[in-house]
């Protein structure tokens, strides 16, 4: 299992921007992948973007445009960009570490972090 640490959440006005991280314990292997994923209050888990240890990305449709999810090998570390902030944005933000197949599935992924409140006020 891979121990994930996210951090970079907070409170900030509806418009501006936030740099998430998440620090992994170990660097991203070829055939796993790392993912973002947020969950608001009374709703399901959603995937916003993920990275494979080759380097690709992926994004659902229903969020391509304000997220970017970029990884510094060096660090172990993976950050997820987030611009142009609506109140609908709020959330606990998680990073998950698993094989690549299972990265969009949240139920059979092995490793999440402890989450990071995003709060936007309008």
């Known amino acids: 299992q891979v121990q994930l640490v996210e951090s970079g959440g907070g409170l900030v006005q509806a418009g501006g921007s936030l740099r998430l991280s998440c620090a992994a314990s170990?660097?991203?292997?070829?055939?796993?992948?790392m993912g973002w994923y947020r969950q608001a209050p009374g709703k399901q888990r959603e995937l916003l973007a993920s990275?494979?240890?080759?380097?690709?990305?992926n994004y659902p449709d229903s969020v391509k445009g304000r997220f970017t999810i970029s990884i510094d090998n060096a660090k172990n570390t993976t950050y997820l960009q987030i611009n142009s902030l609506k109140p609908e944005d709020t959330a606990v933000y998680y990073c998950?570490?698993?094989?690549?197949?299972?990265?969009?599935?949240?139920?059979?992924?092995?490793?999440w972090g402890q989450g990071t409140q995003v709060t936007v006020s309008s």
């Open positions: 998950a570490y698993d094989r690549n197949e299972r990265i969009r599935i949240p139920n059979l992924i092995g490793s």
């Open positions: 170990r660097r991203l292997f070829s055939g796993d992948a």
């Open positions: 990275i494979t240890g080759a380097g690709g990305t």
